[in-house]
């Protein structure tokens, strides 16, 4: 926008100074045109009264000093033939003069003046001279150079007070473009300096507006999730003591570490909310063969339980991704609930944790019919889900600096996810 201005400017200024300047430089052309011919016609008006009245043998003395002092010629035409100073044929114009007419006539020498000058008795006598072109023009150039000389500092200063008010008017309009960039990058604590033109303020207070608008429904949002512990606890504790009132051992602990699990989703969540500031979240990482390795072992009972034949296969070693262990279990547990949910019992699957150069890859892979394309979207479920499931996982692979890939439709899905290091 700032080049657009300045070349707007820079193409007016330009167009009003070849307006202004040629027919300028045209009539100081003009100008020195007649200046020239006026000094001529001095000359000539010099020595009138000699031509018609003096001795032919001083008026060609005076006329041949006229014709060296002026630089140009001079020549005088007796009514007898005789020409006296400069020599010179009898033109047209001489001819015309004879009869008693003084004229100026522009010809391929210059411009030509003959005054007509009477007083002798056989006739008048005519006086001629030529100002050539140079004389003419003595000093155009000089004067045109000026004048475009200063038509070009013109231009060039009107361009510099172009381009300084261009910056003063798009300056503000670039940082609200950078004050929205920082916002969509959720540093909600950004805000625009109400400045420059009036219309730009408005747009800078309108954006700090929506940005604190953001902030207040965002921290409105952030209380509810956290409201939620005192409405999840009463029925976690219930829950925990019904489990620990079955009669089998085992029941009793797989639905108690299950609660467990949960409650201790439920309180990373919220702990996650208050964490968060406006604007601002802390590094997050885990060692995902830790995490991929608990939620296979949690898994591995409904497998069992359900039939299915489940492979595991983790690298060894400590794998660092940048995600929270919580996000990766909550992505975990959605794919391989999506696996249960969507597949018949007994269909086998697998996960499959890779150390790629730069992360990790985790797989998880089954033999059911397939889920079509375009699922990793919030909302969109190929099933009666939520359509969460999937998107949760999207999420948690882009806060790691990866991707979700879902291949296949027959025979199977294959699931990717791709998590970067810290």
Do not use: K, Y
């Amino acid at each position: 926008m700032r080049s657009r201005l300045t070349l707007l400017v820079l193409a007016t200024t330009s167009l009003m100074m070849i307006a202004f300047l040629v027919p300028l430089a045209l009539l100081v052309r003009q100008v020195a045109q007649d200046r020239a011919t006026v000094r001529a016609t001095a000359d000539i008006q010099s020595i009138v009264t000699q031509a018609g009245t003096a001795d032919p043998a001083d008026l060609r003395v005076t006329v041949e000093q006229l014709a060296a002092t002026s630089g140009r010629p001079i020549s005088v035409f007796l009514p007898d033939g005789t020409v006296l100073g400069t020599p010179s044929s009898r033109t047209p114009a001489v001819r015309l003069a004879a009869l008693g007419r003084s004229l100026t006539v522009e010809s391929g020498g210059g411009r030509e003046i003959v005054v007509a000058v009477g007083g002798r008795v056989d006739g008048p006598a005519v006086i001629r001279t030529v100002v050539s072109a140079a004389e003419g023009n003595a000093g155009v150039t000089r004067s045109w150079f000026v004048l475009f000389g200063l038509g070009a500092l013109l231009v060039a200063l009107g361009v510099l007070v172009a381009d300084r008010l261009a910056r003063t008017i798009v300056r503000p309009i670039t940082d609200l473009s950078d004050v929205s960039h920082r916002l969509a990058g959720a540093e909600l604590t950004a805000r625009a300096s109400p400045e420059g033109p009036r219309e730009v303020r408005e747009v800078a207070g309108a954006l700090n507006h929506l940005a604190g608008r953001i902030q207040e429904l965002l921290r409105a949002e952030r209380e509810q999730v956290a409201d939620l512990s005192h409405r999840l606890r009463t029925p976690l504790t219930a829950l925990r003591l019904e489990a620990e009132g079955l009669r089998d051992p085992e029941e009793s602990a797989r639905l108690g570490a299950a609660a467990d699990a949960l409650e201790r989703a439920v309180s990373g969540l919220i702990q996650q909310a208050r964490r968060r500031t406006d604007g601002e979240a802390e590094p997050a990482l885990c060692d995902a063969a830790v995490v991929v390795a608990d939620r296979a072992a949690f898994w591995a009972v409904l497998a069992e339980d359900t039939g299915r034949e489940m492979t595991v296969d983790l690298v060894a070693g400590p794998q660092p991704v940048a995600v929270s262990a919580d996000e990766l279990a909550a992505a975990i547990d959605a794919l391989l609930g999506n696996v249960f949910a969507h597949t018949p019992d007994e269909t086998p699957f697998s996960v499959r944790l890779e150390a790629v150069p730069g992360g990790a890859v985790l797989t998880i892979a089954d033999r059911g019919p397939g889920m079509p394309a375009g699922l990793i979207r919030r909302g969109v479920s190929g099933g009666d889900s939520t359509g969460l499931g999937l998107d949760i996982a999207r999420r948690a692979a882009q806060t790691a600096g990866g991707h979700l890939e879902i291949t296949g439709a027959d025979g199977g899905s294959v699931v990717t996810m791709t998590l970067g290091r810290p």
